[in-house]
């Protein structure tokens, strides 16, 4: 495959709603070409259409002068079209192998072995990993992995696979730093290979640092498709928003009340050690912590999702048992907005309503029969409050956008009245508009006198929106900052283990 891979007046319906409008779109090999809008504005759709997922669209692919048949994901792969999804859990089958997963595909061809060779197998999925400067073990069993080593996975079967054209969504959310300048190393020598790349990603910095072109779509329309170096990210923004965008995030002032909770010596296995913290009335605490660092799993540690830790919790002054039942934690006033929303925060398959409702399903309940008018009806006033764009509180809540659904994650504790809130990356996947809503949330929450624990490794959020910062390296906090102390200089510095 050589040229250019065109998607010409691609129009789709879901019933009555149309999610594209002769939407044209193109990429060349040997390019990075950024696909860029806020949710909700078809990237997705488009993506799931070239790479055979979505069928039953108006409009054409071509490859050069070459009329391209795409029903099915097997279509696509058959032309050289490969995607890496952003959550990553959907695309990988956790009881096998690295290396399985790796070369599940080919394995799965007609060209894959009959007969398994396994030290084939695994030396070829070993080398996939050493391109990207990975040196993940592959006997190991995927559901072992950390979110980041999935990735690489991912990022391997397509190498692979020999894509042609390569499909990149949200990249490097999962991502370190330095994995991430890996991944950006990979893509440069994919590209010098002829690989086209489309890069999908909401870290605006990232995108004019690696692509070569940017295309912006919004309202499921096509808006502008310019060089990198022709324009800005504030220029960007304004295409994706259609309106001007402030970076700076209004924190409102608000009055420090009581402790809510008070954390002493937690510990759990080497992931986390001796973490003490307190958040009172109020108030917005950060966690800020490079990939790795231990937030995710301080935050399950608060919520009872992982056995054997170590330590005390207190929420308003009453010292908690420590279990693995999160319904505990739950009646005690905890919630917990965790990282991996699809995996562990919504039931996509299920609609808005039901998952808006479930922490709180005893006041919509009868004899154990739901009272759906009521149900109905507390569920829209959340949808209007958290903003949660959809025709009816009905619809899967699969089908919305990677911010309408962190937006449903969220608001189904808002019901629930908890009394301390744990956030864990609340905006990876998110828009900048998303964003902004889901930081004007959090400001609510701390009006109504609600603790925050924001767990986050975009520090230039923090900085907008805690009254305090303790920052994670290696599982220990090694420094707590108040908001007049905190810099984005000072927070790497300590977050890379600085003294």
Not at 53 to 69: N, Q, V
Not at 166 to 193: C, G, M, N, W, Y
Not at 282 to 311: D, M, N, W, Y
Not at 431 to 450: H, M, P, T
Request: with cysteine; net charge neutral; aromatic share 6%.
């Amino acid at each position: 495959m050589t040229g250019q891979l065109n998607m010409q007046h691609i129009s789709k319906h879901f019933g009555s709603f149309q999610a594209l409008k002769k939407v044209s779109f193109d990429v060349k090999q040997g390019e990075v070409h950024a696909l860029l809008g806020a949710n909700g504005a078809g990237k997705s759709t488009l993506m799931k259409i070239l790479c055979g997922a979505y069928d039953g669209y108006e409009g054409e692919i071509r490859h050069g002068d070459k009329h391209l048949s795409i029903h099915s994901p097997a279509d696509a792969k058959r032309e050289g079209i490969q995607i890496v999804h952003q959550e990553v859990d959907v695309a990988l089958i956790p009881s096998l192998t690295v290396a399985e997963n790796i070369l599940l595909d080919v394995q799965a061809s007609k060209d894959g072995d009959r007969l398994l060779n396994w030290r084939k197998t695994q030396q070829k999925a070993k080398e996939a990993l050493q391109m990207l400067g990975s040196s993940i073990d592959v006997k190991k069993d995927v559901s072992t992995l950390t979110l980041s080593e999935k990735q690489q996975v991912l990022i391997a079967r397509a190498i692979i696979g020999k894509a042609a054209y390569l499909i990149l969504d949200e990249p490097t959310a999962p991502l370190s730093i330095e994995e991430t300048k890996q991944l950006f190393r990979v893509i440069q020598h994919l590209t010098e290979t002829g690989v086209g790349v489309i890069y999908i990603s909401h870290r605006l910095q990232e995108v004019f640092e690696i692509a070569d072109r940017i295309t912006v779509l919004r309202d499921g329309e096509w808006v502008t498709t310019v060089r990198t170096k022709d324009t800005s990210v504030n220029n960007v923004i304004t295409s994706m928003l259609g309106k001007t965008f402030s970076e700076e995030i209004a924190k409102a002032s608000i009055e420090i009340g009581e402790d809510l909770l008070r954390v002493q010596q937690l510990s759990w296995k080497d992931k986390v050690k001796d973490v003490s913290l307190q958040v009172r009335e109020g108030e917005v605490v950060g966690i800020a912590g490079l990939v790795g660092a231990g937030k995710t799993e301080l935050c399950r540690s608060l919520f009872g999702l992982h056995p054997q830790v170590k330590g005390s919790i207190h929420v308003r002054g009453k010292k908690l048992r420590l279990t693995t039942k999160p319904h505990y934690y739950i009646e005690q006033g905890i919630a917990l907005v965790p990282e991996e929303r699809r995996k562990e925060g919504i039931l996509v398959e299920e609609s808005i309503s039901s998952n808006l409702t479930l922490p709180s399903l005893q006041r919509f309940t009868n004899y154990s029969f739901v009272k759906r008018r009521r149900e109905e009806r507390e569920a829209n006033t959340i949808i209007q409050q958290v903003g949660i764009k959809t025709n009816s509180t009905k619809q899967a809540v699969g089908t919305l956008s990677g911010g309408n659904q962190q937006k449903v994650a969220i608001g189904k504790w808002l019901l629930r009245d908890a009394d301390v809130y744990l956030f864990d990356e609340p905006t990876k996947g998110v828009d900048v508009g998303s964003k902004q809503d889901i930081f004007e949330l959090i400001q609510g929450l701390a009006k109504r006198k609600k603790g925050v624990l924001y767990a986050t490794c975009e520090f230039n959020e923090l900085l907008g929106v805690a009254d305090r910062i303790y920052v994670m390296y290696d599982g220990q906090i090694v420094k707590e900052l108040t908001k007049e102390e905190a810099t984005h200089e000072n927070l790497f510095y300590y977050a890379a283990g600085g003294k």
